[in-house]
């Protein structure tokens, strides 16, 4: 399966800690820069965590998803991660 043809479902989740958190993502950006993506609903745009094989264990990755479908996938490690509000917490 080519990233152009996976959607949010194909994604691994819940072998690591980030993939496990119920949180949206609202926006990356990469460590020290300005530079990422932001999270628009309106746009088709969705942040996901999910996990990649490694060597040993899971290893934490962010998905870019436009439309439902995978655009990027950037190692988490690379990235700073901010979150939005849960749904139905009251903000």
Not at 35 to 58: C, H, L, M, P, R
Request: proline share 7%; glycine share 12%.
């Amino acid at each position: 399966m080519t990233d152009e043809t996976q959607t949010k479902t194909d994604l691994p989740r819940g072998g690591t800690v980030l993939s496990r958190d119920e949180r949206p993502i609202q926006a990356i950006f990469y460590n020290g820069s300005e530079e990422g993506w932001t999270a628009d609903q309106s746009g088709g745009t969705e942040i996901v965590a999910y996990d990649e094989n490694g060597q040993s264990a899971a290893v934490p990755w962010i998905a870019i998803l436009k439309n439902g479908r995978i655009q990027n996938r950037i190692p988490a490690h690379c990235v700073e991660v901010f979150y939005g509000p849960t749904p139905g917490d009251g903000q």
